[in-house]
């Protein structure tokens, strides 16, 4: 397994907001992905100038700010048996994996609780 990508993952009821603090930070929207088959709503990717990543997770049901860390990997099965053998687990009661024409995700919490948001994007 190889990681492809790995940055701060910021989930917010103010995605609006904190999108214009980036964009004044030097960064620019590189992609958006809306109505999605979770509780997000909207997906955004940022890039600055030196490629530097934030991702911005619209969640109109949050009371406060969530900070987590966004991997991403060539091969989500291998990083998910890697992250549950050292005692993360699904942050969703369900434990669901999202699935969509570009990719899938987790949300994987670690036993001291911080958050690793598992992602593979399909290349096609």
């Keep these: 397994m190889k990681l492809t990508s790995f940055n701060p993952l910021i989930v917010t009821a ?13 960064f620019e929207v590189r992609h958006e992905k809306k109505d999605l088959d979770s509780a ?4 955004v990717r940022m ?11 619209q969640v109109d049901q949050m009371p406060r700010d969530l900070a987590e860390i966004r991997m991403n990997v ?3 099965e291998q990083a998910y048996d890697l992250l549950t053998a ?6 969703r009661t369900d434990g ?4 969509d024409s570009s990719g899938k995700g987790i949300g994987m919490v670690s036993p001291s609780g911080f958050i690793l948001a598992l992602a593979q994007h399909i290349k096609r």
Excluded: C, M, Q, Y
């Design 14 to 26: 103010h995605s609006d907001d904190l999108i214009r603090l980036f964009e004044e930070l030097g």
């Design 40 to 43: 997000a709503s909207r997906d």
């Design 47 to 57: 890039r600055d100038a030196n490629g530097n990543h934030v991702d911005i997770v």
């Design 74 to 76: 060539d091969n989500f």
């Design 86 to 91: 050292h005692g993360f687990r699904s942050t």
């Design 96 to 99: 669901t994996i999202s699935e």
